[in-house]
């Protein structure tokens, strides 16, 4: 195919991902709403619950509203009614603590929306998937030979952290807002992705199966432009297919599959502390009263975490899980590559950064003690400090600020790695094992660096890799998460990534 034919498919490409972009934003204004007495006895299982809504909700029962703000904001105003009415009347019975806006507003949309689910999802989802892929598959031929392909990125609105970054992390940041602390005003999201929940489980879709759908499916498209771009490197190739394969089969399908079948479901491969509720209790009781399958995910979640952990970071370093299985590390391979330079390489950010991880390392220390306390004991609190308030604390602060708003929402203006570099414990975990007592580094070449800076700038998690090569010293910083990209942009070959035995492994200069 010619270049200049290649080039307009990509245009075309540009253009398909953008108006699908467009169909998906505008999708969640394409609903109306209208509350049942029918679709109130679906949604809440609750029978007292649903008593009781059924009487504070009756000003809204079969009114059409024309959006879900209107509609969310009438429900909240009843709810909270409800509920202050019989606190200030001291019957505490009568309060309803599940929260039921989702899935109300969910199973109340109507209209365009409810009519053209499936051409919605087309012009929405796979109108924006076939784009991005036709923006990137003729990079195989354009950009010419196999080699260092990371032209431009200085000059590109969208990753040198200006207009455009600023504009991608404002819509990343709203809608992680709207998934952790909203989930009821993108029901309409959701709506759109319901008919591969069913086909996949058979399970209407929620707020996380939606989030499961986009993340695999931005890691994957994204994946595809890792391909072209390091063709290079086998290392980077199989290192992208791996996560890819981790992300679609064992966060995605596999969970989904569990649950068509009525099995105790999980991501086999999320450790804790990075799955923080592994150990609350109702996780354990889940899971040790589910069967054999059961039983074999709780003995499989402890081995990796007590040995797995250790003695995979002892003979590969972290890059085992950061680069090559977690899903985290997998989005900012995939989706976060174009934002990779943006990390901060100061100083001053290398010592926030062990401050800020090692106190979340420390923080979910504190979780594990008091969940397996309370767990064994059946005290509800420890120190006078109840269990509920630090998993609330963490699953705020940690799970969802710092993992999801500002660890992914930053990408385009912080860099790719924000949350494995400044914000998980498991990272800390497989950080200090890495600097301690494993066999890997990242040799260097001194005599061959020309100080192009290439590997500093491309280090997604700030190192100053150059100022090591020129001294002719090994890499082996706990936060280095083994990707590999430092040597995969160097022009003079300077740098390889190694396991070998520990002797000599911390010699800082080599005479
Ligand atoms: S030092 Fe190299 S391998 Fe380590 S995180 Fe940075 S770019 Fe990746
Ligand atoms: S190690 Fe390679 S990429 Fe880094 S400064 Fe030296 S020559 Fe450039």
Redesign the pocket.
Known sequence: MSQSLLKSVRSFGLILFLIGLFTFSLSLFLGTYSLTEDILTGSVTSSSDREKLSLALKPMLDKTYSNQFEFVREYHALFNDLNETAKREGKWGEVIYADYSFILTKNSTQGFLRENQASLFFFAIIITLLGALLYILPNFSLLGIAGIKNNGVWSNPASNCSWLGFLSAAYLIGFYMFLYFYPEYITGWVLLVEPVSLFLSGKPADQWFLYGFLYTASALVMGVRMFTKYRHSNYQLLRTASVMFFQSAFAFLIPEILKSLNLPSRDLKNIFPLDYSFFYDYNLNYLSSSGTLGLFMLFWGVVLFVLGVPIMTYFFGKRWYCSWVCGCGGLAETLGDPYRQLSDKSLKAWKVERILIHSVLVFSAVLLTFSLYSYFTHESSLLGVETWRVRQAYGFLIGAVFSGVVGTGFYPVMGSRVWCRFGCPLAAYLGIIQRFKSRFRIT?NGG?????????TYCEMGID??AY??RGENIVRSSCVGCGV?AA????G??SLENGPEEFRLQELIK
């Open positions: 260097t061959q660096c020309i100080s192009c800076g290439n590997c500093s890799v150059r090569a020129q430092c942009v160097c022009p003079r300077v740098l």
